[in-house]
């Protein structure tokens, strides 16, 4: 399975933008890049995830490397409801194996 | 719909003790998930379902750990006998069918922290 590599843990000052890296160099052209968030003492939950293209939703945007070996989960506006950890995965949308590896993630820290 | 369901929310147990974690995912979904969180491991996945057939369980630690899915809107996963290093908060999750675009989202329940003394 393709992995990926985030920080242990970034910090953010309450209003500003964030933006929380992601490498995932093996990414095969099947894999879709999701992006969850886990809030203390709760189980995670769905951000966003692309293919390509950048993405935008109402909680974040996702932009997408050109080679697709990084991309970057950007939080316009930080609030201090969004000290989360935040995990990369890739999810491949081929019928083959699916079994998303979730790994560590990102620890962000909102300072108010 | 009131997302996915687990309990119990807390369990203390003993060691040696059997112990039975339950799940009801969301209606509509087949595919449903188990996961363990630890400090040391961070989140593993330990077995997923497809239409109640168990996919993959190559994360299961050992025979110590079942799951069974006997319809598409109940779960168990029973831990027979516990020990100690058993400790953690245990998730079920849930997602429709994996599709062209990758729009598999996981929604996972509120977890059951898991005390084994």
């Known amino acids: 399975d393709a992995k990926t590599t985030q920080p242990n843990s970034m910090e953010s000052n309450e209003e500003e933008p964030v933006h929380l890296p992601c490498n995932h160099s093996?990414?095969?052209?099947?894999?879709?890049i999701h992006w969850y968030r886990q809030l203390p003492s709760q189980g995670p939950e769905y951000v966003i995830h692309?293919?390509?293209s950048n993405v935008n939703n109402r909680m974040a945007s996702l932009a997408i490397a050109e080679d697709r070996k990084s991309s970057t989960l950007i939080l316009h506006r930080a609030t201090l409801r969004d000290a989360a950890v935040y995990y990369c995965?890739?999810?491949?949308?081929?019928?083959?194996?699916?079994?998303?590896?979730f790994g560590r993630g990102t620890s962000l820290i909102v300072h108010p | 719909d009131a997302g996915v369901i687990q309990s119990p929310r807390h369990e203390v147990t003993e060691m040696g003790q059997e112990v039975t974690l339950r799940c009801k995912p969301i209606?509509?979904?087949?595919?449903l998930f188990w996961y363990r969180q630890t400090m040391m491991r961070g989140l593993e996945l330990l077995i997923y379902?497809?239409?109640?057939?168990?996919?993959?369980d190559s994360g299961m630690p050992e025979d110590r750990f079942s799951a069974k899915m006997p319809n598409a809107s109940f779960s168990t996963l029973k831990i027979q006998p516990s020990e100690p290093r058993d400790s953690a908060v245990y998730f079920c999750?849930?997602?429709?069918?994996?599709?062209?675009?990758?729009?598999?989202?996981?929604?996972f329940g509120p977890g059951t922290r898991l005390t084994v003394l």
């Open positions: 999750a849930s997602s429709f069918r994996v599709t062209r675009q990758g729009g598999n989202e996981q929604f």
């Open positions: 379902f497809n239409n109640n057939v168990p996919i993959d």
């Open positions: 995965i890739l999810i491949s949308a081929s019928g083959g194996s699916y079994i998303p590896t």
């Open positions: 209606s509509g979904h087949d595919y």
């Open positions: 692309g293919l390509t």
């Open positions: 093996t990414i095969s052209g099947t894999d879709y």
